[in-house]
């Protein structure tokens, strides 16, 4: 009976992530984190059919990944952690060049997390006024134009020096985007620059460090403030996915 429960319970998940994977724009983490969630449900309902069968070889098999769940959300906690006390960024972020990682754009209007991160580059701009922006982000499928152009057209409309702005066009990932800002630079400055400021969004501090340090490169970083909270917490936990990602192939 607990097995059908189990089973019962994986079906769920898996139409629910499914419903949401597909409905709930800029949720699609949720419906992998859903589904994910069956997927556990339905191995504990497949140990316990194997129980009655093969009992010594289903509580082995338990225990097992018992264990690794155990690891996995240990490792969790502790990437967790560390995000936290990355997101106040930079005690001093001055830099001369500050590259302002890209979000996704609305047809032609910048969604909400990349308003909030255009929102931080003003105070930037403001705060450093010597600083060159680098505006790095590529054309998604449901964009209509780059990143980096609506990124320069929100800023300049409310009063930024243009000349203090650069376009980078093509980047689709964190990882390009340090990449291919620090060829920008180097190409028009005639100098790769060993420090740079990043401002991005509080929860994408940390993995944009580690990219960049990769990269070769120093960063001090600027967040950008998350206002709603329940995507915050969704894209906190993408961001510790993201962190492992960066760690074992960065």
């Not at 740079?196 to 950008?224: F, M, N, Q, W």
Request: charged share 20%.
């Amino acid at each position: 009976m607990q097995a059908r429960y189990w089973l019962f319970a994986a079906l769920g998940l898996f139409a629910l992530g499914v419903v949401v994977w597909l409905t709930i724009y800029g949720y699609q983490f949720l419906g992998f984190l859903l589904c994910a969630a069956g997927a556990v449900c339905a191995v504990f309902g497949v140990l316990d059919l194997l129980q009655k069968r093969f009992p010594k070889t289903a509580t082995w098999l338990r225990r097992v990944f018992a264990g690794l769940l155990a690891v996995f959300l240990l490792l969790s906690v502790a990437t967790g952690v560390w995000l936290g006390v990355s997101m106040g960024g930079a005690e001093d972020p001055a830099a001369e060049f500050v590259v302002v990682l890209g979000a996704g754009v609305n047809g032609t209007v910048p969604s909400q997390a990349l308003r909030e991160r255009l929102e931080a580059a003003q105070r930037y701009m403001e705060e450093y006024p010597d600083a060159i922006l680098i505006l790095s982000g590529g054309q998604g499928d449901n964009e209509n134009l780059t990143e980096a152009e609506c990124m320069y057209l929100w800023l300049t409309e409310r009063g930024a020096d243009p000349e203090r702005l650069r376009r980078e066009e093509y980047a689709t990932s964190t990882e390009e985007n340090i990449a291919y800002s620090l060829d920008l630079i180097e190409a028009e400055f005639g100098v790769r620059p060993e420090k740079i400021g990043v401002i991005s969004a509080e929860y994408h501090l940390l993995r944009a460090s580690l990219l960049a340090k990769d990269a070769g490169v120093e960063t001090v970083c600027y967040p950008s403030h998350t206002k709603n909270r329940s995507f915050f917490c969704l894209m906190f936990v993408r961001e510790i996915f993201g962190v492992w990602y960066a760690l074992v192939l960065g």
